[in-house]
């Protein structure tokens, strides 16, 4: 079947961390800083147009402002279609992973201000022990890997790090989730069987780490990638030659 056309924009957020040790300045967040300067762009098909949601600020490298951040931007953007978080890895130049998984538990790194996760979130039966992307990952990085100008080698990960990194990951699918759950209509989608809706939800949520370096160059191709990322999404996921949105994003489930 094929999806529905859009009726409004495909919204799109995106963040990156700030300094933290001996990192000065996050290659992460310029990197989302270069990709915003693009606005929006329209799918292959003209179907839907991205609308890009860019947080304007490094987010600090500390679990409590991810905290806090997550929940206004859920607050302030019930309408979201797809997050997309990045962060930097100890990675080779021109070498990408989107990370597949998130866990809950066992953060033992302090952030920026010496502390740890609140213990108990951690502690909670409510929270799923793990939680993982609805994007099919695989197919994802195929067509990123076959389009991109650019060589460059993009994986996907099963370790996200338990740092700071992780912890929005799996703060921001399961916020996502809650999301869905609350909403008695799924986003960017006219027609939509309930009983689909209640069997499972997706979780649009992205993780992509990339290296360190500050180099123009290395910016300039982080956000070619991470802009490649999205429109690749945008065609698996949003465009008239794709299945149902929901159908394609219920690919992820609980671990």
Known sequence: MPSIPT???IKILLTG???FRNHEKNASFEIVKRASESGGF?????NSAVELVVHP????VSYRTVDELLSRLYQTHPD???VIHTGIAQLPRAEFLLEKIAHREHYKSPDVDGLLPDPSLS???TRPGSLSSSVMLDQLVERVQDQISQPINLKVSENAGRFLCEYIYYS???RFENLTNSNPEPPSTSVFKKEE???ARPRPVLFLHVPPFLDQADITLGSHVLLDIIHQVQALHFSSSSDNLYKKFLGSSYD
């Open 7 to 9: 009726r409004r924009p």
């Open 17 to 19: 961390f700030g300094p």
């Open 42 to 46: 329209d799918s292959e098909d003209g």
């Open 57 to 60: 600020e490094p987010v600090r």
């Open 80 to 82: 979201l279609d797809l």
């Open 123 to 125: 502690d909670s039966e």
């Open 172 to 174: 921001s699918l399961l």
């Open 197 to 199: 809706a209640d069997r």
